[in-house]
């Protein structure tokens, strides 16, 4: 089946333009997270959803950043405002297929964000 | 807090063995492995849960020590297909949440 997909792949944007990062979870997983993957590191959490609900969003670095998942399905990260430091990968994961219990993730291919 | 993975990097030859660490400052409630190529994302390989069990497939296996808050992920007779970053991932104090803190990463190279 489909696995995880998100859009753009890469997106090149002017300091202070807003972006939108949208993800496609694979169908039927009820969870939703959000990461922030510098080179050579691990993924930083940011926020993640259950159904349309977000659950947590801790990791979120200020108020620029927010995300969203309106109908319990696609997901869009949006960053305002965006400045050079904001500059990475980011990539969205899902898991947990409704009616189970199980939270292994499968995690997209990422949107590289360059903020010039 | 993220937890201290060790070593950061191993060069093996192919059909040595290896055992990546995890290490948390806080309890647990389980631990999850990824591995993750170069250009591509990470892929899940296990979850352990409270309880010390160990789990494993093919020739990866880890296990879990609660009560010192430690993963190890041990490869046995490494295969070219192994090399790539490890990271453990832990998540929670009483159950499962999903949201996931990663370590840095081990960096393992396998040699013919």
Redesign the interface.
């Known amino acids: 089946g489909a696995g995880v997909s998100q859009s753009p792949r890469y997106k090149v944007t002017k300091r202070g333009q807003d972006v939108a990062l949208r993800c496609d979870p694979i169908s039927g997983h009820v ?1 939703l ?1 959000w990461y922030r993957q510098a080179l ?6 940011l926020t ?1 959803f259950n159904y349309e609900a977000q ?2 969003k801790s990791g979120l670095p200020n108020d620029r950043f927010s995300a969203e998942r309106p109908e319990g399905s696609i997901s869009t990260l949006t960053i305002q405002r965006t400045e050079q430091r904001d500059s990475a990968m980011y ?1 969205c994961a899902s ?2 297929p409704s009616g189970t ?1 199980t ?8 949107t590289r964000l360059t903020v010039t | 807090q993220q937890p201290v993975q060790s070593p950061q990097a191993v060069i093996l030859r192919e059909g040595e063995d290896a055992v990546i660490n995890c290490s948390s400052s806080k309890a647990l409630y389980s631990v999850h492995w990824y591995r993750q190529k170069h250009g591509e994302a990470p892929v899940f390989l296990m979850i352990l849960l409270k309880g010390g069990e160990q789990k494993g497939h093919d020739k990866i296996s880890a296990s879990f020590n609660e009560k010192k808050q430690q993963s190890s992920l041990y490869l046995t007779a490494s295969q070219l297909s192994y090399s790539g970053t490890y990271f453990c991932g832990t998540d929670g104090l009483s159950s499962n949440t999903g949201k996931l803190i990663f370590g840095q990463g081990t960096t393992l190279q396998v040699k013919p």
């Open positions: 969870s997270y050579g590191q691990g993924p930083e959490f993640y659950q947590d990539r898991s947990t219990n939270y292994e993730q499968y995690f997209g291919p990422g």
